[in-house]
T-cell receptor, first 115, second 113 residues
Framework: AQKITQTQPGMFVQEKEAVTLDCTYD???????LFWYKQPSSGEMIFLIYQGSYDEQNATEGRYSLNFQKARKSANLVISASQLGDSAMYFC????????????FGRGTSLIVHP | NAGVTQTPKFQVLKTGQSMTLQCAQDMNHNSMYWYRQDPGMGLRLIYY???????DKGEVPNGYNVSRLNKREFSLRLESAAPSQTSVYFC????????????FGPGTRLTVL
């Protein structure tokens, strides 16, 4: 069984600062994918970034990067140069590669960016 | 390109009433999913369909049924609504490659009185 843990219910960051949102996972699969999604107050789920378990380099997408530490089973999201529009809920998710993809989501972290 | 669409956006039901939530995707995706989102609980999988013609239970299937009508459409039915089913419901779709993300619909906010 897969499990995703997001230990920070809420985080605060000053505009233009960097912030790290934590995600740890548990799985017995060797091949899996890790995803981060953003959910603003309007409610839609927006895909941010993906990391495969065999990817040797950390994924980056613009201001988003994923700090992937496989041995520690962590996949933290780093947002650089925070903007007011980054205020939202952030969800970490994982799914096994191949076969039936049954994703597991964490409970989310609420990020508030202060001006 | 509409992506994933859901209807209705909002619904209020009385206990015991039935209703069907509709979901359609125009991205030719094989897999489709239904989630519910409750405060502090993240997203929990209700049912999914790995491909046209197949459906499987997720984490919280009790009280729900699904139909994969064709490759585009995946509906969720509440036969006898209960207050515990008050939630926001999301439909999602996905291609099949391991790197593929899910694409989510805008959600349906359901209240059961």
């Amino acid at each position: 069984a897969q499990k995703i843990t997001q230990t920070q219910p809420g985080m605060f960051v000053q505009e233009k600062e960097a912030v790290t949102l934590d995600c740890t996972y548990d799985t017995s699969d060797q091949s899996y994918g890790l995803f981060w999604y953003k959910q603003p107050s309007s409610g839609e789920m927006i895909f941010l970034i993906y990391q495969g378990s065999y990817d040797e380099q950390n994924a980056t997408e613009g201001r988003y990067s994923l700090n992937f530490q496989k041995a520690r089973k962590s996949a933290n999201l780093v947002i650089s140069a925070s903007q007011l529009g980054d205020s939202a809920m952030y969800f970490c998710a994982m799914g096994q590669s191949g076969g039936s993809y049954i994703p597991t989501f964490g409970r989310g972290t609420s990020l508030i960016v202060h001006p | 390109n509409a992506g994933v669409t859901q209807t209705p956006k909002f619904q209020v039901l009385k206990t015991g009433q039935s209703m069907t939530l509709q979901c359609a995707q125009d991205m030719n995706h094989n897999s489709m999913y239904w989630y519910r989102q409750d405060p502090g609980m993240g997203l929990r999988l209700i049912y999914y369909s790995a491909s046209e013609g197949t459906t499987d239970k997720g984490e919280v299937p009790n009280g729900y049924n699904v139909s994969r009508l064709n490759k585009r459409e995946f509906s969720l039915r509440l036969e006898s609504a209960a207050p515990s089913q008050t939630s926001v419901y999301f439909c999602a779709s996905r291609r099949t490659a391991s790197t593929d993300t899910q694409y989510f619909g805008p959600g349906t906010r359901l209240t059961v009185l």
